[in-house]
């Protein structure tokens, strides 16, 4: 259940963090005020979200499969 | 047939040798030339910002002693960030050809310091002394020395100009290199001939639709790939997770541990790096032990 969690709590950073790029598209799209240095800032800040997001799914599945088989863990 | 493997770990009298190829390094003396470089191109660039009415005293003096502790304490990275905040803000509007060369001379500066600093920094880490020492060393030696001490000191003075020279013209090749990519950019022209302030920035309006399409089509490609690479991911073998699983608590809960064994990797393939050369005079080859340790 714990690794569920995780899981589901990486699929939300992941989900934030393409929020955020899209946030940043509408800064650079207002015809206005075009913001592309906050632009950036945002992207920068949606990649390392990403990056933790990627993280906890791929830690919580890959342990997942070990608890699933754990005679593939013998060497 | 085979060929003769010799040791990957050389013996001590190799060693010993190896060790006396190793032109001996004069420390003290180099230290003492970055700490009066920095002194100087620290005056230099304080001199720089007073000249100018915009910056405020306030942040004069925040500058001074951002510059003073990075001698001991900081490194080079703060008073980059800092510059970055001074450039952005508060650059003047300045108008002309002078102005051009003004900044570029500026930036020129900026980087010597962070050169010249960067480098006392280093050799300071190697001899373990400060600065004040340092200083106190170059005033009571200077007075009483032999003459090979002063002709050894003047070869280290030589080549410590040399490497410092050789950094001064790589540093301007890349600020002018950074000047033509700047002068590429589509950027809207302000009224007037003089340079545009950080309000007044703006690019030409297709510059700012090409920003739009490229950041949608990468949302586009982070999305593609996110499915992609999760839906493989699950298709790990039991053994694959386990070695993925081990290999990311050993970054996070032993780094120290991690540390060490990258440090041993480095070390070994050094080593595996002298071994053709010192075996190349006894006529031995040693492609297969080189390949071997590199694994």
């Given at each position: 259940m714990l690794f569920w969690i995780r899981e589901i709590v990486g699929w939300l950073l992941v989900a934030v963090s393409l929020a955020l790029v899209w946030v940043g598209i509408s800064f650079v799209s207002d015809p206005e005020s075009?913001?592309?240095?906050?632009?950036?800032?945002?992207?920068?800040?949606?990649?390392?979200l990403l990056r933790m997001g990627i993280l906890l799914i791929r830690i919580s599945t890959a342990a997942r499969i070990c608890l699933k088989e754990p005679n593939g863990t013998n060497r | 047939m085979t060929t003769p493997r010799p040791s990957p770990v050389s013996s001590k009298p190799q060693r010993e040798r190896v060790a006396d190829r190793i032109p001996a390094v004069d420390a003290d003396l180099w230290q003492h030339v970055y700490l009066i470089l920095t002194a100087m191109v620290g005056l230099l660039f304080v001199w720089t910002l007073s000249a100018t009415d915009d910056v405020s005293l306030p942040l004069r003096l925040i500058f001074l002693a951002v510059l003073v502790l990075t001698l001991n304490r900081w490194t080079a990275a703060v008073l980059l960030g800092l510059i970055q905040v001074q450039?952005?803000?508060?650059?003047p509007p300045a108008v002309g050809v002078i102005a051009h060369i003004g900044g570029f001379l500026w930036i020129m500066l900026t980087l010597l310091l962070v050169l010249v600093v960067s480098r006392y920094r280093?050799?300071?880490?190697?001899?373990?002394?400060?600065?004040?020492?340092?200083?106190?060393?170059?005033?009571?030696?200077?007075?009483?020395r032999s003459r090979t001490e002063a002709e050894h000191e003047w070869f280290n003075l030589l080549t410590a100009l040399k490497n410092l020279l050789s950094g001064v013209l790589k540093i301007a090749v890349c600020a002018?290199?950074?000047?033509v990519v700047l002068n590429a950019f589509p950027v809207n022209p302000v009224p007037g001939e003089r340079l545009y302030t950080y309000r007044e920035f703006s690019l030409i309006p297709s510059g700012y639709r090409l920003i739009r399409l490229s950041l949608t089509l990468f949302a586009v490609f982070l999305v593609s790939w996110i499915v992609i690479n999760e839906s493989v991911w699950r298709r790990l073998s039991p053994r694959q997770?386990?070695?993925?699983?081990?290999?990311?608590?050993?970054?996070w809960v032993h780094r120290d541990l991690r540390m060490v064994i990258l440090k041993r990797m480095k070390i070994r393939r050094a080593k595996a790096r002298k071994v053709p050369s010192m075996s190349r005079q006894d006529g031995f080859d040693t492609t297969v032990a080189v390949s071997d340790l590199e694994d």
């Open positions: 075009p913001r592309v240095v906050e632009a950036g800032l945002l992207l920068f800040a949606a990649m390392a | 450039l952005l803000f508060l650059e280093t050799l300071q880490d190697r001899t373990h002394s400060a600065g004040f020492a340092a200083i106190r060393h170059l005033f009571g030696h200077g007075l009483n002018t290199v950074a000047a997770a386990s070695v993925y699983l081990r290999s990311t608590f050993l970054n």
